[in-house]
């Protein structure tokens, strides 16, 4: 999704960028506007060996050095259309992201670009300032994993995060190996990813439930992909494709699970305002069926002799954003942009003074000042 620049507008030097770096995607954009300016894959053209890579697919924090100086300077000069030098950013992040990421793309911003501010912003605190409200159980499940950080009353409550290794990649592995199974066809991550938006879903837990049986109902017709070579999809894989993310692991751990587990550790006058306001967002959550298949994969569990006891909660409820699944936390981070928060902005000049990123985990950046208490 790419949005022209058809018409005059003036962009403010103090107005901020705003980035949405994903395993899969990046969003990009302007603070204040209603959808980013674009969607494009977080890949680019190695300087070295010319070959398109991915960013996940760095080997070290050298090669991840070198990734992150060619694909910020094609979003700097060919997509946002901006000189980085003394430029505002705001970077959205998950509060689980690696820190040796985080911290290269600091210093690639900072020495390389020589960026003017950058401000660090909790992708799930995001999220829940595109609806108004300060409490909200929000599940991302986006490319490479799913995770979940219950925020109450704008408080991350940290002790109940969950993460687990479910996204679209694991759906693209799945229909890979079926292919070269049955056709030996080797497809692109492209391709595969195409097959699986246009003709893959969820399917009901009732459906599911007799998939694989002597039981099992009638799947779902054929349909044809095309392109140089046909490609037949059969309904039974249509409908099979997403069934891993709802499949127990060996330490009994799916989506449904983590929200489940995550309120189980949450305080108890906590638990059912936060099952009320859930917040599905990713690119993997806007799959048809995903929302209701959770729903009743949340309503099977809860009433199961594993959460029985646990969990007194008789309800979910989903809320719907006011965009799309795949950029709402983009959407959060261009309307909390807006605000004046000089303070919490780390500025190239303290960058460079001390060398490293303020991390929420780190001891030396959570001290309180002793002098700020009265005597």
């Not at 399917?203 to 002597?214: P, S």
């Not at 489940?260 to 917040?279: F, G, M, S």
């Not at 994969?297 to 809860?302: D, G, K, Q, T, V």
């Amino acid at each position: 999704m790419l949005r022209g620049y058809e018409g005059v507008r003036y962009i403010s030097d103090k107005q901020m960028v705003v980035f949405d770096i994903g395993s899969a995607y990046t969003k990009f954009g302007y603070a204040g506007e209603v959808s980013p300016r674009g969607i494009i894959r977080t890949e680019v053209r190695c300087s070295e060996s010319k070959k398109i890579r991915r960013i996940i697919d760095y080997r070290d924090v050298e090669d991840l050095y070198q990734l992150l100086v060619d694909f910020l300077h094609l979003l700097f000069f060919k997509y946002v259309v901006i000189s980085p030098k003394d430029a505002r950013i705001l970077l959205l992040e998950s509060p689980l992201a690696v820190t040796s990421f985080r911290n290269t793309l600091a210093k690639v911003m900072f020495r390389h670009f020589e960026i003017g501010s950058v401000l660090f912003l909790p992708s799930h605190l995001a999220t829940i300032s595109t609806l108004g409200i300060d409490t909200a159980l929000v599940l991302d499940v986006g490319y490479q994993e799913a995770t979940l950080i219950p925020i109450f009353e704008g408080i991350p409550i940290l002790k109940a995060w969950q993460a687990l290794p479910l996204g679209g990649q694991i759906v693209h592995e799945n229909l890979k190996k079926y292919f070269r199974d049955t056709s030996d066809l080797d497809l692109s991550e492209n391709i595969v990813e195409d097959i699986k938006i246009r003709t893959c879903f969820v399917t009901t837990l009732e459906r599911a439930a007799k998939l694989g049986t002597e039981n099992a109902l009638t799947p779902p017709p054929d349909v044809t992909y095309p392109g140089i070579k046909r490609i037949v999809i059969p309904g039974k894989i249509r409908e099979k494709a997403f069934e891993v993310l709802w499949e127990r692991d060996n330490d009994n751990l799916s989506l449904s699970t983590m929200i489940l587990d995550a309120i189980v550790k949450c305080p108890l006058d906590t638990r059912r305002i936060l099952a009320e306001n859930i917040i599905l967002v990713g690119g993997t959550t806007m799959t048809k069926g995903f929302a209701s298949r959770l729903k009743s994969e949340l309503l099977a569990l809860i009433e199961s002799d594993l959460y029985k006891t646990k969990l007194k909660i008789e309800s979910f409820k989903f809320h719907t954003a006011p965009s799309k699944p795949n950029y709402t936390v983009w959407l959060g981070g261009a309307i909390f942009s807006t605000t004046d928060l000089p303070l919490r902005c780390l500025t190239k000049d303290m960058y460079l003074k001390t060398n490293r990123v303020p991390d929420w985990s780190n001891l030396i950046d959570n001290q309180k000042d002793e002098t700020s208490y009265e005597i």
